[in-house]
């Protein structure tokens, strides 16, 4: 109870900074109270339609990542596993790079996000297909680094072909990860995605305890092996296709979070789903807020930045259980 209550108090705090957090010359209290005003002043502008989205995304999208981290760690019994893992995540960036280069986005806003959840989709059915209803783990993993390897070649091939260079620069762009300018648009798209995905992945928590006791023995205990990985794979990757779809590739969140929370829980599963979703939005609130704040005119990408404090703080990590385990 003590680490819940930390981790929302953190995540509430950081909300609080993440709506403050801008070039905006105003006060906390200002900014705040114009959150709640109806006055069309570019300051209650600022803060409803712009910042609060973006805070708002930044819970969402942790969430997913942190909770869908925890799951599939959960489910494949190796601390290195990670939701882009089987593959969803490159599918829907494939998804949102064609959208963009095919020049879709410009007659219609949402296309890119809509298109990514479709590469999403796609992921899922092509994983199912190829693992087969009663596949090992192992299946499962080969299906999706083959897909996430073919949606990688893909999307290098799309932009080695690309005639247009002002494409190929918004793809790579899209492709580093961001929250700047988006809307309660992408919030209401992306929202019901995840919703799923945290209802499955929440459901899967009595099978994910009791898989670590070994498959016979879950099996024993009444958890029907097939349907636990049914949910978790379309709950992964309805949280992941969403939060891909609406902020691109932020990586690390799913990784970093179970193993920095899964001492303080017990290693059980079922409580580091929870755990790891407060850890991972608190984490994504902050390296947002940091984006704004380090370098306010340069637009630094979330997932430039996630990645070059996620990779240090993983190889610590690694070194950590290293020396425990000599």
Not at 103 to 131: D, E, H, K, Q, R
Not at 297 to 305: A, C, T, Y
């Amino acid at each position: 109870m003590k680490l819940a209550a930390l981790l929302v108090a953190l995540c509430a705090a950081l909300f609080v900074v993440s709506l403050t957090s801008g070039q905006v010359n105003a006060s906390v209290g200002e900014s705040l109270v114009a959150l709640w005003r109806d006055d069309g002043l570019p300051l209650s502008v600022v803060m409803q339609e712009i910042r609060l989205p973006r805070a708002l995304l930044a819970v969402m999208i942790g969430a997913s990542l942190g909770m869908a981290g925890a799951a599939m760690q959960g489910f494949l019994r190796n601390p290195l596993a990670e939701p882009g893992l089987i593959g969803v995540s490159g599918s829907a960036a494939l998804g949102a790079v064609l959208a963009i280069q095919t020049g879709l986005t410009l007659f219609f806003p949402l296309a890119l996000p809509l298109a990514a959840l479709s590469g999403a989709v796609l992921a899922v059915v092509l994983i199912l297909l190829l693992a087969g209803p009663r596949g090992a783990s192992i299946t499962l993993i080969l299906a999706g680094i083959a897909i996430s390897a073919l949606a990688g070649a893909l999307t290098s091939l799309v932009l080695n072909l690309s005639p247009n260079p002002f494409a190929a620069a918004d793809i790579v762009f899209w492709m580093m990860g961001s929250l700047a300018d988006r809307s309660f648009d992408h919030v209401w798209l992306a929202l019901p995605f995840m919703m799923l995905g945290w209802a499955l992945l929440a459901l899967s928590a009595r099978g994910l305890d009791a898989l670590t006791l070994g498959e016979d023995a879950a099996q024993a205990m009444g958890i029907n092996l097939a349907r636990l990985r049914l949910m978790l794979v379309i709950g992964t990757a309805s949280c992941v296709g969403a939060a891909t779809a609406v902020a691109g590739a932020v990586g690390f969140v799913g990784l970093v979070v179970p193993h920095l929370l899964r001492g303080f829980v017990g290693a059980r599963p079922s409580s580091l789903l929870w755990a790891s979703a407060l850890g991972g939005a608190a984490m994504v609130l902050a390296a947002d807020i940091a984006v704004r704040e380090i370098l306010p005119q340069r637009d630094l990408k979330l997932g430039v930045l996630m990645a070059l404090v996620g990779a240090p703080l993983f190889l610590h990590l690694i070194f950590k259980t290293r020396k425990e385990m000599a």
